[in-house]
């Protein structure tokens, strides 16, 4: 079966700009959850979504915001760039309370100059 | 604080030597603990799930074992070949959100 999608894989944008991403799960599951890595801070928690709810937020400002459509597809947006959003943004699935595990995109590679 | 620590942060070992990487991790309350692999520019790829009652657990050439008691954790990598040089990462969940290690950066050399 189908992996775990997102679309673009890289992207470069100008400070200040904003950008939206997007997460295709496993046909199924319900639940999906984001992520940013960036080398100095490692893997952090940004939110997650379920049966197009927020269920749980990190603690990330408010520029950086999420939602999920009735298909489970998830798109996350980030207004008003700064250089130090510069990271891989993964986004990961799970059936349901992530119990089975998670499967997690090649993610999304954000360049902010 | 909920947290998940690694060490060492990076190793690098000869093709067919073992090794083991370790995880600590103060996460409450405790449901399950996980080790991805990450390979250079790809999501984390999922090892092995351990429960509170689970000891070990293996996946191949991978082995993880678990000590509730002194939540700690550890990956053992039997045999190791080029394609395992990858950054481990130890993960709990916790109150729905997952609790990220710093990884471990393993380099295997010819």
């Known amino acids: 079966k189908a992996g775990v999608t997102q679309t673009p894989r890289y992207l470069i944008k100008t400070r200040g700009q904003q950008v939206t991403l997007s997460c295709s799960p496993i046909?199924?599951?319900?639940?999906v959850s984001w992520y940013q890595q960036t080398p100095g801070q490692g893997l952090q928690f940004l939110f997650e979504?379920?049966?197009?709810?927020?269920?749980n937020k990190g603690n990330f400002p408010g520029r950086f915001s999420g939602r999920q459509f009735s298909n489970s597809r998830s798109e996350m947006n980030v207004s008003t760039l700064e250089l130090g959003d510069s990271a891989l943004y993964l986004c990961a699935s799970s059936l349901a309370d992530g119990g089975d595990g998670y499967t997690f995109g090649s993610g999304t590679r954000l360049t902010v100059v | 604080k909920n947290q998940v620590e690694q060490s060492p942060q990076s190793l690098i070992i000869l093709e067919g030597k073992n090794c083991t990487l370790q995880c600590n991790y103060t996460v409450s309350p405790f449901s399950n603990l996980r080790w991805y692999k990450q390979d250079t520019g790809r999501g984390p790829v999922s090892l092995t799930i351990?429960?509170?009652?689970?000891n070990t657990k293996s996946n191949g050439r991978y082995t993880a074992t678990l000590d509730a008691d002194t939540k700690q954790s550890s990956l053992h990598i039997t045999a190791s070949q080029l394609s395992d040089s990858a950054s481990y990462i130890c993960v709990a969940p916790q109150g729905g959100k997952l609790i990220f290690g710093q990884g471990t950066e393993l380099s295997v050399k010819p």
């Open positions: 351990m429960t509170f009652s689970e």
């Open positions: 046909s199924g599951h319900r639940s």
């Open positions: 979504y379920f049966s197009e709810t927020q269920r």
